[in-house]
């Protein structure tokens, strides 16, 4: 195996032990200023990334596009960056390790292969492929000797098929496949929650809070060792953008304008930090 990079070293001990929590940002701007809140990992969010090119989440996806989108975020911070690498961007397992040997070239330190099917009749890839291509991601990424953290991500609670008995099901098969972390996005009871720490264990299990349901540090007591916050961060971004663009529109005025941020100030505060 080659020399790992720092950033997977780093973020295997996160997975360790303890809680963190790791947002996602959508571009490199939005990485920077995370990384300068001392956030120890950052995510990449599809649906946010979708949302800069004027699409909705999941529509018209590229390889390329989010092959490249991956390099500008890992290249662009110090800390271990985690992809939303959504379904390997193809059906087929030996096509989704040779993408994913792809992405693990890019500089992240880990990545997420999930089982939506994109399909509105059978949502989820039927349960043996969707081990499958875990497993196929798995072997990639032994290959290819980069150590990136994978994370088997069951869909069920997204796409209308919210079964926690099926979801955990999933989770465990994943997990014996070779997945390092365990996440099932939409999970907002704190019983399910608890549940599937419980099923995975040891293994680390990163909880998506998308909503003020619950706190970091009552996640951690239920166990959950990583926390994202998926495309929520960007939705709240363009919150402000669409208030304040409706009220000139609609209004005429601008009162949203006031007490804004410092933008430039806090990229020029990153500047001189920076070592030459």
């Known amino acids: 195996m080659n020399a790992l990079d720092d950033r997977v070293v780093a973020f295997r001990r996160l997975h360790s032990s303890d809680c963190f929590v790791m947002p996602n940002p959508w571009d490199v701007g939005t990485a920077r200023a995370l990384e300068q809140m001392s956030f120890k990992a950052l995510a990449t969010t599809s649906a946010g990334f979708a949302w800069t090119l004027g699409r909705a989440d999941n529509q018209n996806a590229k390889l390329d596009e ?113 997945a390092d972390c365990l996440y099932a996005p939409r999970i907002d009871n704190v019983e399910h929650i608890a549940a599937i720490v419980a099923a995975v264990s040891p293994k680390p299990v990163n909880l998506l809070i998308n909503a003020p349901f619950i706190t970091v540090a009552e996640a951690a007591d239920l166990g959950v060792r990583r926390i994202s916050v998926g495309g929520t961060l960007a939705r709240a971004a363009w919150r402000g953008l669409l208030q304040a663009a409706n009220e000139i529109a609609e209004m005429g005025t601008f009162s949203q304008f006031e007490r804004l941020p410092n933008v430039d100030a806090l990229f020029t505060a990153a500047a001189r930090q920076s070592p030459p």
């Open 66 to 178: 989010a092959l490249e989108h991956l390099r500008l975020i890992a290249g662009a911070v110090a800390v271990p960056v985690n992809a939303d690498f959504q379904g390997g961007f193809a059906d087929d397992p030996q096509q989704v390790a040779a993408h994913v040997k792809l992405a693990a070239a890019t500089g992240i330190a880990g990545l997420s292969i999930e089982d939506s099917a994109g399909d509105d009749v059978q949502p989820l890839y039927e349960f043996d492929l969707a081990v499958e291509r875990v497993r196929a991601a798995r072997r990639a990424i032994d290959e290819s000797g980069t150590g990136v953290i994978l994370t088997g991500r069951s869909e069920g609670f997204v796409v209308g098929r919210p079964d926690i008995d099926e979801t955990i099901r999933r989770l465990r098969a994943y997990a014996e496949a070779g």
